[in-house]
Nanobody, 126 residues
Framework: LELVEFGGGLVQAGGSLRLTCAAS????????MAWFRQAPGEEREFIAA????????DYADSVKGRFTISRDNAKSTVFLQMNSLKPEETAAYYC????????????????????WGQGTQVTVSS
């Protein structure tokens, strides 16, 4: 499973961006999908996860109410809509996947995900 993220860029504080993760090599139906971010010198941070069907989601407290994760299994894509962005959210954003037999989104640790994209940079200016 190969993952490619795009949609990052430069945005002013309070603005919005929509990130896309495109999967290739196989369908994403059997995978829980997630987004993480990592700023220079920081650990990789969980942002959001979505279950295989898309019915279940989980978010970090810091992004609840502002970010929305969704997926389109027919197109093997995952999205992260980010609103009201803050300068401290400047980071490289990564898409991740893990195979799962249950329809759950409760996988918040980076160690749970064996498949990763190369990341897309998001810069939020103040």
């Amino acid at each position: 499973l190969e993952l490619v993220e795009f949609g990052g860029g430069l945005v002013q504080a309070g603005g919005s961006l929509r990130l896309t993760c495109a999967a290739s090599g196989r369908t994403i139906n059997p995978y829980a999908m997630a987004w993480f971010r990592q700023a220079p010198g920081e650990e990789r941070e969980f942002i959001a996860a979505v279950s295989r069907s898309g019915r279940a989601t989980d978010y970090a407290d810091s992004v609840k109410g502002r970010f929305t994760i969704s997926r389109d299994n027919a197109k093997s894509t995952v999205f992260l809509q980010m609103n009201s962005l803050k300068p401290e959210e400047t980071a490289a954003y990564y898409c991740a996947a893990r195979a799962t037999t249950v329809d759950s989104a409760t996988y918040s640790g980076a160690v749970n995900y064996p498949y990763w994209g190369q990341g897309t940079q998001v810069t939020v200016s103040s």
